[in-house]
């Protein structure tokens, strides 16, 4: 899994967003603003880290348990499949 190289994460005033480029931006043409974790979940799947792999990074950068650290990047994974960031 891996965030498709037609969105890109910006700050724009001080926020993390993702947004669309190119041909993408006719079908996403707004943006998603990222909290402190979804910004460090991006990055993660920008590595190409696996969803697992993605959560025991969670786990240690946040000092989490193990589910919770799934349940919610399973949540923001679901919210990028919707919108069509990950392929």
């Known amino acids: 899994m891996k ?35 979804g910004s460090f979940i991006w990055s993660k ?9 993605v959560v025991k990074s969670v786990v240690e950068a946040y000092d989490v348990d193990e589910a919770t650290a799934s349940k919610g990047v399973d949540s923001f994974i679901a919210e990028l499949e919707k919108i069509g960031c990950i392929e």
């Open 45 to 53: 799947l920008e590595e190409g880290l696996d969803r697992d792999d």
């Open 3 to 37: 965030i498709k190289n037609v969105f890109v994460k910006r700050e724009v005033a001080g926020n993390n967003v993702v947004v669309a480029i190119g041909e993408a931006a006719e079908k996403f043409n707004g943006m998603m603003k990222l909290n402190d974790t």
